[in-house]
């Protein structure tokens, strides 16, 4: 298997690899997240706008990257990109999604007045088999766009025999949030994650498309995600939660219709 990938922004070639020998991803560190919304029903129309409205969506966004730190997240961006497609050739890893024409006309026609903000619109994924998700959704304000971010737990339930019951072993813990994030010359920056225009890579596994891009949390966790779709509301996202979800994501301004 050959893959390609450009990665014009820090002056590198077209390359290929060979699949790791050994298993290339980083260890898994356990993180939570507030759920931005209650699962109950508001009682009034004024608990229904307070509701929608996470309480720490306008926080204070994280700095902008320095030139170091682009530098440390493109280059994690090049060593994510081989680890995922090297191991989703081996079928040991969830191949990284195409780039759709649905995701790339979506952009498009979001550059055209918000050139800055459409480099970091749609769905974005990553390679686990139980996915973290993040939507990031445009809105009319020049500068300004959503963030939606969601993990699924992953848990284990094992049997202990002396208590005669079963534990739940959490390995990876749920995430679910949501922020505003303001984009300035090529900075994605909200009070959880931020990202840079010249860590957004495009690249070609066996024979389609894919845009990638590197993503650092508040957490100093940095995560590749591929372009999935034009942004929508995660697949696995439990179905108790889409109704609260839509309504936060209108009661801030987000456009969700193409």
Not at 82 to 103: N, R
Not at 226 to 247: E, H, M, N, R, Y
Request: glycine residues 4%.
């Amino acid at each position: 298997m050959k893959v390609n990938v450009l990665l014009p922004a820090i002056g590198l070639s077209l390359f290929a690899f060979s699949p790791p020998a050994v298993t290339a991803e980083r260890p898994l560190t356990r993180q939570t997240s507030t759920p931005i919304l209650s699962a109950s029903a508001p009682t009034s129309a004024t608990d229904s706008s307070e509701a929608a409205r996470s309480p720490d969506v306008h926080l204070t966004p994280l700095t902008r990257l320095s030139e170091a730190e682009i530098e440390t997240l493109q280059t994690d961006l090049t060593y994510g990109i081989e680890s995922w497609f090297g191991w989703a050739g081996l079928l040991k890893m969830p191949a990284p999604p195409p780039l759709t024409d649905a995701a790339r006309e979506y952009r498009e026609t979001w550059s055209v007045n918000h050139l800055d903000s459409s480099n970091f619109l749609g769905l974005w994924r990553n390679n686990e088999d139980y996915p973290y998700f993040v939507s990031i959704f445009p809105t009319q304000t020049t500068g300004q766009v959503c963030v939606l971010e969601f993990k699924p737990e992953w848990s284990l339930l094992i049997f202990n025999e002396a208590l005669g019951e079963y534990n739940k072993d959490v390995i990876t813990e749920e995430i679910f949030s949501f922020s505003m994030a303001t984009v300035e010359d090529g900075h994605l920056r909200s009070h959880r994650v931020r990202s840079v225009g010249s860590a957004i890579a495009a690249a070609r596994f066996n024979d389609y498309p894919v845009l990638l891009m590197g993503l650092e949390d508040n957490q100093d966790r940095t995560r590749v995600v591929a372009l999935a779709s034009p942004p929508t509301l995660p697949p696995d996202l439990p179905a108790d939660l889409v109704a609260p979800v839509a309504q936060t994501l209108r009661y801030n301004g987000c456009i969700t219709e193409g």
